[in-house]
């Protein structure tokens, strides 16, 4: 079965810090997303990686960053971590069927 | 930007009914998705229509997809409580790089 392994599912952290979120995955996939989901506001793409170290912006980047040194791991960096970036954080893979997502992380940034 | 509306927003029924979520938008998409979410984790795959007009079924859930391929409609019919949880719609316009446009949910709730 495929697997998208996100590394905490639950992380509390002070305004300012840098935050890491790690996904990693099993499957060989090329295309790899940062969603985060808020109530009322559904999904929202971040950031997506098509290929190793190739990015591209999603809807809402702006505070975030990103890195893909390998094919299997996609990291979500908080540069520096602002209470409205307190969320639950989706990571996606997709080949042709569609998406396959990790379990979520839920940060809360006080 | 492309939108999808789903409707209703929450829906709490009862163990034996039956239910229609509907998901809507003004542009064309190449497939539409609906997926599942239980509290706490990720959404999960359900189904994946493609042409204009299918319908799949699923055990007791029924998926359409409009002809215009603008619009698609879950159907569960005699609800149980383990049907509780968020169903999202995602449309795919296409391209290569596989983005999804998520509709913002229904919250469903079967009571027993």
């Known amino acids: 079965d495929v697997k998208v392994t996100q590394s905490s599912r639950y992380l509390v952290k002070r305004t300012g810090e840098k935050v890491f979120l790690e996904c990693v995955q099993d499957?060989?996939?090329?295309?790899m997303f940062w969603y985060r989901q808020d109530p009322g506001l559904g999904l929202r793409l971040i950031y997506f990686s098509y290929d190793v170290k190739m990015k591209e912006k999603g809807d809402i980047p702006e505070g975030y960053s990103v890195s893909r040194e390998k094919k299997e791991r996609f990291s979500l960096i908080l540069e520096s971590a602002s209470t409205n970036q307190t969320s639950m954080y989706l990571c996606?893979?997709?080949?042709?069927?569609?998406?396959?997502f990790g379990s979520g992380t839920r940060l809360t940034v006080v | 930007t492309q939108l999808l509306e789903q409707s209703p927003q929450f829906l709490s029924i009862q163990e034996g009914e039956n239910l229609t979520v509907y998901c809507n938008s003004s542009?064309?998409?190449?497939?539409l998705q609906w997926y599942r979410q239980e509290p706490g984790e990720g959404p999960v795959l359900l189904v994946t229509v493609v042409t204009g007009g299918e319908v799949k079924k699923l055990k007791r859930l029924t998926f359409q997809f409009g002809d215009a391929r603008k619009d698609s409609s879950l159907h569960i019919t005699a609800a149980q409580p383990g049907d509780t949880g968020l169903y999202l719609c995602a449309g795919d316009s296409g391209g290569s790089n596989y983005k999804l446009t998520f509709g913002k949910g229904t919250l469903l709730t079967v009571n027993p």
């Open positions: 499957m060989d996939h090329e295309n």
């Open positions: 996606a893979t997709r080949e042709n069927y569609g998406y396959t």
């Open positions: 542009s064309v998409f190449s497939s």
